[in-house]
Structures are given as C-alpha cells and as structure tokens.
C-alpha cells in the first residue's frame, strides 16, 4: 500500500500543478529539473511530469506553444515574450497558417519573424503566406541554406522577440542548411530535422552528410545542459519533446560511434519524401513561388 501510494505521488502533484496553477505550486518532494519538467527526486526511475505540452506559462515571461501539423507531422513553435506581445514561428506549415494567424490574433501578439530550421523537402512552408497576410513579418533561414529570406542567418546570430532571444547554431548534416534554435537560458533546443527524439533526419539527399550530422549533433546540441529540452521540426509517434540528456543516454543513432552511425544511415532505404519535388522549390522562395 506504501509503495502503491509513493508511486501516486508525482501525478498527483501533476494535478496539484494544473489545478493551482504550477509554478509555485509544486510540492517541496518534486524536484525541478527544467522548465516544464518535473520529476521526483529519482529522474530515471520516476514518473516524469510534462506539464509543456498543453499549456507552457514560464516565470520568465515567456510564452510557449508547441503546434502539429499531421500531414507532415510537422512541430511548429510559438514563442513570444508576454509583455511587448512580439513572437516567433518555428518552422510554420502552410496547411495550419490560418490556425496559427488565428492564435497569433487571439492572443494579440505581433508575430515578428517566421523563421525555418531548414529548407524543408516534405511540406510547403507557411513562411510565404504568412508574409503576404502579415505586414512587417520577416522571414529567416540559414544563409547555407541556399533560400531567399528578409533574414540570412549564421552561426552565432539572435533572433530578438521583445527581452528574449534565441540564438543559432548551426547544424548541418541533414542539409547544409540547418539550424538548431537555442532560447538565452538554454532550456530550449529547437532542433529541426538534425535531432529527432530517439532518431534524426535523413542525410541521403539535399546536400545531406551522415558525418556532418554526427558532428553538428555532438557539438552544438550534446554540448547544452543535459535538462535542455529537446523540441524537434517532427515526430512520428506522437512524442513531444525530449531532453539533451535523454538524447545523449537513448538515442539509437547518436550514442553510437561515428562508423556505425555512418553504416546505420546509409542502411536505411527510406523512400523518396512525396513532396520533395514541390516542396523543395518552394521553399527555396519561402514557400510559395510568386513571392
Ligand atoms: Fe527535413
């Protein structure tokens, strides 16, 4: 009966979060060890809280809000900072603008920059669109990644929404092209197509280079603290978000040796994406030709 009780404890401290509201809620047993992930005292061996995935309010004044697509099961990202009311888009899709200018609207905030970890070869960017419906917006993407944006980014540059920031890292592997987005606290990891939970992207086309990949991940990504949440531009069994830790411990792919992630990526006969010959053009012109 004891042990079937210490085993409620965290979930019932996962309600005591939604219902008060979490942020100074939590009981003193429940160790924080990130925004928006709590665990108890035992990380591995406990049940893990994810609070982040609904509804993600940071003592930072911080605005978070992880969005899906299913078509591509493509993660779009919001960020904002709470009392200038200026975001960011992560990787927009152009099926779910509408929804995503709906929320942007609701919430009234003034949606800076639409900015894409990479030239994406499986969806149309929202990019494009969003440009056309938003005076001022400016679009991003990586100066290696061969597309036209308002915004070329490099190693090293901030994206500025209100106080915050996200800075980039390049990450190429998947495509030169890739960026992984880090918010100022390192809590945050956007990490495109470069880092996947427990996989990451394909390196069998678009300039891609299992051995670039390999490199980006363990220096730019492996390298932030190990409760840095992961938040990747897809996942494909409905996982929201890892951690750098996590990542460094479980992924199939990455723990392994450079050689053997070589032979694992060369070995794994994926079909050609559907899209990529639309998809690609695309992109290139954020998203839509007549831009
Ligand atoms: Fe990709």
Known sequence: MCSFVNRLKPVLAYSLCFQKGYSRKVPAHIKHIGPGLRT???PLDSVIIRPYCSRMEFGKGLFFRQLFESESSTYTYLLADKESREAVLIDPVLETVER???LVEELGFNLKVAVNTHCHADHITGTGLLKNRLFGMKSAI?????ASADILLSEGDKIHFGKHHLSVRETPGHTDGCVTLVTEDHSMAFTGDALLIRGCGRTDFQQGCSR???ESVHQKIFTLPPQCLVFPAHDYKG???STVGEEKRF?????????EFVDIMVNLNLPKPAKIDIAVPANL???LHEV
């Open 40 to 42: 108890s005292k035992q």
């Open 100 to 102: 995503d200018l709906k």
């Open 142 to 146: 990586s100066r290696h990644s061969g």
């Open 212 to 214: 670039k990949l390999y």
């Open 239 to 241: 996982q929201t978000a």
């Open 251 to 259: 992924n199939p792919r990455l723990t392994k040796s450079m050689e």
């Open 285 to 287: 012109v954020c998203g």
